[in-house]
């Protein structure tokens, strides 16, 4: 072969690789992600996972080398938001920011049009929130017993506020109903939020809280913490007994943060946004503030929240079924 059609030959190939469909420098693609990311959190705003959602995203978004925008979209406890998420495009650019309520809870109670084991891509589990039981800052009760006590001499006459049917807060004082003996009744809010804010204001007496929710009307002086519903007492409340010690023993619970995507996003995705979070949580400045609103860091890989998801699932399952717990 002479030289001059060598030189064409040489010409002639990168172009040859782009009609053959096979790459050549012109189609390489761009690294993930080269644009900005949508992070759908189906809770309301100032809610537990809405608070550490805020303060990963912007780290995230450092370390991603993207801006990631942050949407609210609450209602029906999650499930709104959630089917946003679901029949996104598998490419990345929408993740959910969930609580396990919105994986675990709510489809073992409503119909769903989505499975939360199959068309979510699970991220990570990004830490565990803590709860607790909280009154008004004037609420006549200042113990578990005297709020079980009031329960009891009055079956059904006090509300507790809730982020609506098969949210958290619902089952959480499901099972503290039940294992103290009362009847009290349910009051749905749109959101965590409002359900907090609704304790504080007097429309109803009480209500089970993820901390972050409710840090800053704890220390506004807004609201009473009456317990902790942790196995031990928390560091940020030393004076605050858990529910366990103050009353009903073996009581426990909390919720997650997680980060999903729809279904068939790639594991390449997958694994650079779980990188990210893992990045984040070794920040010390990051992991304080998650740890300030009541967060448990766990940090978990894809596959391990996975088999959480699972577990988890078929635990809420056993006790709605136990506990005969409807949609309103």
């Known amino acids: 072969m002479n030289s ?12 040859s690789l782009l009609l053959l469909g096979l790459p050549g420098p012109a189609s390489a693609q761009a690294p993930y992600p080269d644009r900005q990311i949508h992070m759908i959190i189906p809770l309301a705003i100032g809610s537990a996972v809405d608070s550490a959602a805020r303060v990963l995203a912007k780290s995230m978004a450092d370390d991603l080398g993207q801006s990631i925008y942050l949407e609210n979209v609450p209602g029906s406890a999650g ?46 589990l990004v830490g565990t929130i803590e709860w607790g039981l909280v009154v008004a800052a004037n609420s006549p009760y200042r113990t578990v017993d005297d709020f079980i006590k009031a329960a009891k001499a009055r079956p059904k006459a006090l509300n507790y506020g809730s982020g609506g049917s098969g949210s958290p807060q ?111 949580l070794k920040d010390p400045d990051i992991s304080k503030k998650l740890e300030a609103q009541g967060m448990t860091l766990r940090g978990t890989t894809p596959t391990e929240f996975s088999a959480a998801l699972k577990d988890q699932y078929s635990r809420y399952q056993r006790i709605i079924q136990t506990n005969q717990i409807r949609g309103e």
Do not use: C
């Not at 030189?7 to 990168?14: F, G, R």
């Not at 959910?96 to 084991?117: C, Q, R, Y």
């Not at 901390?211 to 560091?235: D, F, M, N």
């Open 79 to 124: 499930l709104i938001g959630a089917e946003r998420v679901a029949k996104a495009s598998a490419d990345g650019y929408t993740l959910g920011a969930f609580n396990d309520s919105v994986l675990t809870m709510v489809p073992n109670i409503h119909k769903t049009k989505w499975d939360p084991l199959t068309d979510f891509v699970p991220v990570s």
């Open 170 to 280: 619902h089952l959480a004082m499901v099972m503290f109903a039940n294992q103290a003996g009362i009847e009290v009744t349910h009051v749905p809010y749109k959101g965590a939020t409002p359900a907090a804010i609704a304790v504080a204001s007097g429309e109803v007496e009480a209500a089970f809280q993820g901390l972050g929710t409710v840090v800053p009307l704890i220390a506004s002086g807004r609201l009473r913490l009456l317990a902790v519903s942790t196995e031990k007492r928390l560091s940020q409340y030393p004076d605050v007994p858990t529910v366990a010690q103050a009353a009903l023993p073996d009581f426990f619970f909390n919720s997650w943060f997680a980060l999903v995507a729809p279904k068939g996003t790639s594991d390449q995705v997958v694994e650079r946004l779980y990188a990210s979070v893992s990045t984040a």
């Open 4 to 15: 001059l059609a060598r030189s064409l030959l040489t010409a002639l190939l990168p172009a």
